[in-house]
C-alpha cells in the first residue's frame, strides 16, 4: 500500500515559468510533511518542509502548500530555473519517530 | 569531507555473490537507514537503526541483512545476490526527534548479472 502518491511522474516547464507537484497521503497521523531534491548521480537533499499546523511555508522560490482536510501537499516552484531540472520527492512521517515514506518521484525539465 | 560516505560506489557482481556495502558518517547522528532507489518506484525503505542497538525492517526487507557496528556505521548486505537486486542504494542518517533532517550519502550503484 502506497501511503504518499505523487504526481506528476515527469514534467516539463518553460525557463520562467511555475512547476507544481502534488503529493497526497492516507494516513492522518502524519505530521511532518517534507520535500527532497536530487540532482543526477547525487543523494537527495532536504528542499523544505512544512507541518500542518500551518497551510503554505515559503522559502525563496519553493512554496510548500497544505490542505490538511484533502489531505493534500504541494511543491510549487516560481519561476523555474534549467537550475531547478531534478528529481523531487514528497514524504511524511508521524512525530519524527518512524521514518520517512516516500513518494515515487517527479521527474522535472525546465527547458530555456 | 562527505559527512556521509558509501563503500563502493559502483559494483557489479554475479548472481548468487554475497555483497556488503558500506555507509560511514561523520555527523554524530544516532539514526541511520539504507534505501533502494528504482526508476518509477521512488526510494523504498530497506532498514533502518535508531540507535546502535536497535535494528527495523523496512517495506523490502526481503534478500537482505543489516549491521549496526557503530553509531557511525551502518552496513547492508546482500546474502545471495540477484538480478532483481539491480538498483541505486543510499545510505542516510538523521538525529533523533520530529522533523529531523536526512542526510543522504552519494549513493551505490549496483548490477547484479
Known amino acids: 500500500q502506497q501511503q504518499v502518491k505523487q504526481s506528476p511522474q515527469s514534467l516539463i516547464v518553460q525557463k520562467g515559468g511555475i512547476s507544481i507537484i502534488n503529493c497526497a497521503y492516507e494516513n492522518t497521523a502524519f505530521d511532518y510533511f517534507p520535500w527532497y531534491q536530487q540532482f543526477p548521480g547525487k543523494g537527495p537533499a532536504l528542499l523544505i518542509a512544512i507541518r500542518p499546523d500551518v497551510s503554505e511555508k515559503k522559502e525563496g522560490r519553493f512554496t510548500i502548500s497544505f490542505n490538511k482536510s484533502a489531505k493534500q501537499f504541494s511543491l510549487h516552484i516560481m519561476d523555474s530555473q534549467p537550475g531547478d531540472s531534478a528529481t523531487y520527492f514528497c514524504a511524511a512521517s508521524i512525530r519524527g519517530n518512524t521514518p520517512l515514506v516516500f513518494g515515487k518521484g517527479t521527474r522535472l525539465s525546465v527547458i530555456a | 569531507d562527505a559527512d556521509v560516505t558509501q563503500t563502493p560506489r559502483n559494483r557489479i557482481t554475479k548472481t548468487g555473490k554475497r555483497i556488503m556495502l558500506e555507509c560511514s558518517q561523520t555527523k554524530g547522528h544516532d539514526r541511520m537507514y539504507w534505501y533502494r532507489q528504482d526508476p518509477g518506484l521512488g526510494l523504498r525503505l530497506i532498514y533502518y537503526s535508531f540507535d546502535v542497538k536497535d535494528i527495523n525492517k523496512g517495506e523490502i526487507s526481503d534478500g537482505y541483512s543489516v549491521s549496526r557496528q557503530a553509531q557511525a556505521k551502518f552496513s547492508l548486505s546482500l546474502e545471495s545476490a540477484i538480478p532483481n537486486q539491480t538498483a541505486l542504494y543510499f545510505c542516510?542518517?538523521?538525529?533523533?526527534?520530529?522533523?529531523?533532517?536526512?542526510?543522504f550519502g552519494p549513493g551505490t550503484r549496483l548490477t547484479v548479472t
Open positions: 542516510a542518517t538523521s538525529e533523533s526527534g520530529p522533523g529531523s533532517e536526512q542526510y
